[in-house]
C-alpha cells in the first residue's frame, strides 16, 4: 500500500499539468480565433479620404453660404455673418427674443393631425 501512494501522487501531478496544458491550449486557440484582422493600407487610405472630405463638407458648412430649407426659406450663414447680426439684434433683447421666438416656430411647424381611423365595432 506504500507504494501506491507515489503513484497516485505522481497521477494527480500529472492529471494538474494535463489540465494546465488543456487551458492553455483554448485560450492560445480563443486568442487566435477573436483577433480581428489588422487595417491593411488600403483601408488605412479610405479612412483617411473619408475623414478629408468630412472635415472639407464641415469647412463649408461653416465658411459658406448655403440654403438648409428652400421651401421654408432657410438659409446658412457664414459664422462672421451670424455673429454680426446676433450682435446687431440683441441690442434690444426684447425684439431680438420674439423674433427668435418667431423664426424658431417657422422652421419647426408642427405636421399635420393624421386621420381618425374609424373604430371596426361601428
Known amino acids: 500500500?506504500?507504494?501506491?501512494?507515489?503513484?497516485?501522487?505522481?497521477?494527480?501531478?500529472?492529471?494538474?499539468v494535463g489540465a494546465f496544458l488543456i487551458v492553455a491550449v483554448l485560450v492560445l486557440?480563443?486568442?487566435?480565433?477573436?483577433?480581428?484582422?489588422?487595417?491593411?493600407?488600403e483601408r488605412a487610405e479610405t479612412r483617411?479620404?473619408?475623414?478629408?472630405e468630412l472635415r472639407a463638407a464641415e469647412n463649408d458648412a461653416l465658411h459658406q453660404v448655403g440654403w438648409v430649407d428652400?421651401?421654408?426659406?432657410?438659409?446658412?450663414?457664414?459664422?462672421?455673418?451670424a455673429?454680426?447680426?446676433?450682435?446687431?439684434e440683441w441690442?434690444?433683447?426684447a425684439a431680438a427674443r420674439s423674433n427668435l421666438l418667431a423664426r424658431v416656430a417657422k422652421a419647426n411647424v408642427a405636421p399635420p393631425?393624421?386621420?381618425?381611423?374609424?373604430?371596426?365595432?361601428?
Do not use: C, W
Open 1 to 16: 500500500m506504500n507504494s501506491d501512494k507515489p503513484r497516485a501522487g505522481l497521477a494527480f501531478g500529472i492529471a494538474i
Open 83 to 88: 455673429m454680426q447680426i446676433v450682435e446687431r
Open 29 to 41: 486557440a480563443m486568442r487566435h480565433y477573436t483577433t480581428p484582422p489588422s487595417l491593411g493600407k
Open 48 to 52: 483617411a479620404r473619408a475623414l478629408a
Open 70 to 81: 428652400p421651401t421654408k426659406d432657410l438659409v446658412r450663414l457664414r459664422i462672421e455673418d
Open 91 to 93: 441690442r434690444n433683447p
Open 113 to 122: 393631425k393624421a386621420p381618425e381611423k374609424p373604430s371596426p365595432f361601428e
